[in-house]
């Protein structure tokens, strides 16, 4: 068990888990975009490890690039997504894999995606580490997904607690009282 500020969380998906989640979310990828060259734009800050963790599974040509939202306040999300930090590039007639560690309500994703394609982008893609389908509050296409799980409040792995917690190699969920 760990404890996050006012909140204790215990162990939910191990890292080992996630590992082999990952491996074999790359190995889709690695089929599909053999001999191109697409563009992951991954969402900070949450998506930092496992963008790092995808990017050296994947055998395809690729860049990167860091984009930054937000929708949330400790652990709700506002629903009002703000743009934090945006593309430095141009991304015009590329393909495009947006890189996210989370998606709830689905209300960030919802929002980024006709914004890429506003910017004439070939394709556009999400691959996620971990849905909620339970949570979700827009039709969302996502092709590439890691692991779903019910709408519990988690930490570790990039996921964070009002800032903190995104350190720890493996996953936990919110200990109920």
């Known amino acids: 068990m760990i404890t996050i500020k006012d909140k204790q969380f215990v162990p939910y998906i191990h890292h080992e888990q996630i590992a082999e989640r990952i491996a074999t979310l790359a190995d889709k990828l690695n089929a599909d975009?053999?001999?191109?060259?697409p563009i992951l734009i991954a969402i900070l800050?949450?998506?930092?490890?496992?963008?790092?963790?995808l990017v050296r599974h994947l055998t395809f040509d690729h860049e990167i690039q860091f984009v930054k939202y937000s929708s949330y306040d400790g652990m709700d999300t506002t629903g009002d997504v703000k743009?934090?930090?945006?593309?430095?590039?141009?991304?015009?007639?590329?393909?495009?894999?947006?890189?996210?560690?989370?998606?709830?309500?689905?209300?960030?994703?919802?929002?980024i995606l006709p914004k890429l394609k506003e910017k004439g982008v070939k394709s556009v893609e999400i691959a996620v580490l971990l849905m909620?389908?339970?949570?979700?509050?827009?039709?969302?296409?996502?092709?590439?997904?890691?692991m779903e799980i019910p709408n519990e409040f988690i930490v570790g792995?990039?996921?964070?607690?009002?800032?903190v917690g995104r350190n720890y190699k493996s996953i936990y969920v919110v200990k109920e009282d």
């Open 157 to 163: 792995y990039g996921l964070d607690y009002d800032g």
């Open 33 to 37: 975009y053999k001999g191109k060259n």
């Open 83 to 111: 743009e934090l930090i945006g593309l430095s590039i141009d991304i015009k007639d590329r393909d495009v894999i947006v890189v996210e560690d989370i998606i709830d309500t689905g209300t960030t994703m919802y929002n």
């Open 45 to 53: 800050n949450g998506a930092f490890i496992f963008a790092a963790d």
């Open 132 to 146: 909620k389908p339970g949570k979700l509050q827009v039709p969302l296409d996502v092709k590439y997904c890691a």
